[in-house]
């Protein structure tokens, strides 16, 4: 079966703003589900800010494999109970690719437990994107890396905690360095955050960035993304693994369930 | 100077549970206080839920190098905007130890974004707490590691990010595991978790227990905890390090403040 | 295609030791590469000590995906060459799991650059594997982990370097714990370290054994196991991403090699 | 007492090549032992390759808090057993700061268990160092970074294992990235990559250069650096901490040594 791919779009540079209309006209997140749609192990469909439950009812999470995310202007306007949902999935294992300026959504800053903030400049420089661990699933079929010719600039210091592996670093052409692919797993979750796509750029369009994406989207995927394996709580001492005698004093009763 | 540390504590159950106001009658927190104040290198003082801010004012946070947190019973009633106030100031690089049921406090959960569930058993079995990073400083002076003879269980799966090093590792009679010694950074905090104390057994007078906790506020201290050095925001075209020409459309007007 | 597996064993114990070859009539490499060959993604093959060239030339190793290295009683048989030739495998992409004794192996300390010593005891007693990262490819049907009646305790310290991740922990019956899943990446190749598996017990005969050995084969496969992608060497001036102009003192002549 | 530093140099192109002599004319080893030692935490000599042992006998190693280890021209004259004498050393708790063309050193390749190889151009480019990890001891004191003005370009991909964490990283004027300030820790051993200081330029004898090796010096060591509390090899069944009765077939007789 194909991996269930979700991109989300905040949806609104693309209505308001006629540079980046232009570039995207059916918005940001279509252009990234299409370019998904090309490999048949990936069936990728959108959501947006603007419809009910920003598109992302439980029940779709619940089918959901792999949610992508990007949002830049009103990151406040996302509900917070749904980041919570969106969360608990990634948690359970749903694959979780964050995007550009989806640094600062609630979303990652929820799951990195850090500001997320960085330097930026809009001068449409020259981004090199070099990759630094050719072995990595993310990184196939890259060489070295690439190029795009006008991005946005984002800055080191990059404000989240170490990543398990550093996939891309960004070369500016203004001077600034940024660690641009970073793997990090929250609970069952594997986490992608990847740095290119300012809006006012045809960022997306561009084939590297779509391999990348297919290859992200790939990567993040775990079969076992409805993970209910794991025990949390009281084992009671007749179930302990091992046999063991209760012995000293206890704060809770027989079958209490802990504090949270 | 002495590395300045609060050892904060819930203060409940010495209060209202017989058992644990025998073992500890002046306050979990104030036992592990005095234990910090036999070296001369740390100055330790407490703070405690039911104070004015839970003890906690912006002041004396900012003057505070190492946060010490132990809760079990109530983590509900920890102030919000308080813990948003600690988060600040271990990403502005105070440490911050995290002890036992503290697992579960809004703080850690805040800084790793992720669950933080285990298994539990209230029996007063044996934990066999083993060195696995003799190298790290916390582990100095533990030899292969140590025993605790009476303490509550905690299980594996422990539902919290690969930590920057394990180390250490619990065994317990009853036949589980316990990752119980985790490093992590965020921001500039450095961020350690240990696993004992539950608060019905003499954990925090034993020597080991008690040696732990100060390597570890060593470990955590940062000199530089006050960091303003590290610049976010936009860089202007004209102070890009090297000279670019800006090109390409834009979203944003000069000097204009970026979405949050 | 299928995973092209080589099960190589160090084929002593089963040939001298009556235990040894009642268990494992057929080597315990066979018996190793017949649980994966239950997995129709899995093609697995044997190589052992006494072959020529211990069954690893050049050209097989070339076509192998993922190496499985199982050997204790003479290490040191190995030839050095042979070693660097596995070493450059994995470097280049291919898949190394190493068993058990294994961790003394040239080829793990190769690639570890540490002496990758533990405790062991042989008493026969009951290890219990926790599962400590559920949503691991590795640990997927494990539920929270298994048990092993019979097994050689190893304890810690192990003296590797801090891992990718830690998959599985090992409990004791003798008091002690052991990391017993461990990821690496050396170069482009995936490497696991796994516990279990003393000869003289029917360890490898066992569900939940080969259940893992099957997991870790898919997880260490890297599809680009032949990466020549990444350029390494000098980047004379005129071809620089950037232009530049060559400028200061230098050691090296135009196209002159650099040190080694 | 001040941490113990010896600062090894080849001590090769400082006597054969005019360019390099003019720039250090006492050798690269004396200048960044002269700016240690204006710390008076620090207390640096130096050794070289033209010496006895290399400058590094046993009872001298063994007095050494933390190597520094500077080669390019002649790696392979270095002797394989002093390279063994080094890394156990490391193993034991020796902090080990390995400098720019040292990556192909045998001690530096021996502990990571990669090629370490990467991209050059001499080309006296521009070189701007990014701080990626603010809150690290090796980072403090400088802010976001800092530029060299002429430096040998070192290009990704850089081939070693993923870093415990990634402290600088480094924009070329020529295009290129590299991740130029990297931690591993390697038995009880911290170990520093630290790219820049090709010989022909004063990189040396720059103060943020400086400064970053006193930081590095520091946060390298180790006060228990002749590590030997940790206890390998044989648990005999009697000394088992829970105790345990002996079963089923064993390899070993009673106190029979392991096989290595």
Known sequence: MAIRTVVWGENIHERINAVV???YPKGMHTTIADALNTDSAISATTATLEQDEHGLPQAR???TDVLIWWGHKDHG???DEIV??????VWEGMGLIVLHSG????????????????????????ERIWVTNPGHPIAQGLGDGFAIENEEMYGEHFDVPEPLETVFISWFQGG????SGLTYRRGNGNVFY???GHETYPTYHQAPVQHVLRNAVKWAYNANNRNTAVHYGNVPVEKAPEPITERG???HAPGEEGYK
């Open 21 to 23: 209309a232009e570039i």
């Open 77 to 79: 306007a996302v509900n």
């Open 194 to 196: 990847f740095r290119p």
């Open 176 to 179: 600034e360095v940024f660690r």
């Open 103 to 126: 640094h600062f959504s609630k979303i990652f800053k929820r799951l990195m437990g850090t500001p997320c903030d960085l330097k930026w400049r809009e001068a449409g420089e020259r």
């Open 249 to 251: 004093p206890k704060l």
């Open 84 to 89: 919570e949902r969106v969360a608990k999935r």
């Open 61 to 63: 999470l619940d089918e």
